[in-house]
């Protein structure tokens, strides 16, 4: 008897070949526009497949509707409110707006006739990938092209229309979170320029196209923003002053820098003395 090797995914696996799939399915659908329902479908499913994965590395049994009985699994809307009760994740409104169409379409789809606008398709799929980054790099401490065939990865955050509506979809929530223009930097991961966004809180900064993360420092001279791996030391002697790829090589600037710098602590310690004198 020919034995049959069984196909055996993690939940993680599982979703990430999901996310795989919806990417293949909107590229071809630049050719061939039917492909969107497709990827719609396992944009859907992969998200669903991520928030179970989230659940599960809180608790195992929180994948299952009844943790009594631990037979069916939660729903997208079920993880999503378990998400918020438990783990304390926070979906931001228009996360939760772009599930709730994508939930609807994915009915239409599975149940019914279907009617739909390839725009409409293609930037909720585009709002469902970037969500899948952004849950990858924030709950899983994974960047979703980690888990990608390059290729694909290339082809969905540089080239074609997906990439353009990547882009097109990240600068509105740039938008409209108002984000002050010294926070947005070039993400050296998807080239996506002034996407990468630097955080008010933390020295961590996140790529609204691809959810690259990484620490940030901010320039001494103009005050910008700086991806760590291009910022340029000021000092030699002091590792925590940093300048940007503009001001840092612009030897104008920063010969002013330093001059400015040098004043400054020339009049604090020269007039301290007369100060005291002056008083005394
Ligand atoms: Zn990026
Ligand atoms: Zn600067």
């Known amino acids: 008897m020919r034995r049959v090797t069984p ?5 993680l696996e599982n979703a990430e070949s999901f996310v795989a799939e919806s990417i293949s399915k909107a590229i071809a659908a630049e050719q061939d526009p039917r492909q969107w329902k497709f990827a719609i479908l396992a944009a859907v499913q992969a998200i669903e497949l991520i928030l179970k994965e989230i659940l599960r590395r809180e608790h195992w049994t929180l994948v299952f509707q009844n943790i009594d009985k631990p037979k069916l699994t939660v729903s997208l809307d079920q993880a999503m409110e378990r998400l918020r009760n438990i783990a304390r994740v926070e979906f931001s409104k228009s996360d939760a707006a772009t599930l709730a169409s994508a939930v ?37 401490q994974k960047q979703l092209h980690e888990a990608l065939d390059a290729h694909l990865w290339l082809n969905a955050t540089q080239l074609g229309a997906l990439a353009d509506e990547l882009r097109a979809t990240a600068r509105a929530r740039i938008l409209q979170e108002s984000v002050d223009a010294k926070y947005l930097m070039d993400c050296w991961q998807c080239y996506g320029e002034g996407v990468f966004v630097a955080s ?49 090589t612009d030897a104008d600037k920063m010969n002013r820098f330093y001059m400015a710098r040098e004043e400054k602590w020339l009049a604090k310690h020269l007039t301290r003395p007369a100060e005291r004198a002056c008083g005394e």
């Open 7 to 11: 196909i055996k995914l993690s939940l």
């Open 104 to 140: 609807s379409l994915r009915n239409q789809v599975v149940h019914a006739e279907v009617s739909f606008e390839p725009n409409q398709v293609k930037a909720i799929v585009a709002r469902l990938i970037q969500f899948a980054a952004h849950l990858f790099s924030t709950f899983l």
């Open 200 to 248: 008010h809180e933390s020295y961590m900064a996140t790529c609204y196209v691809c959810g690259n993360t990484d620490v940030t420092e901010w320039c001494v001279v103009c005050g910008h923003a700086v991806p760590s791996v291009e910022a340029i030391s000021v000092f030699d002697d002091d590792a925590d002053v940093w300048a940007c790829n503009g001001c840092g």
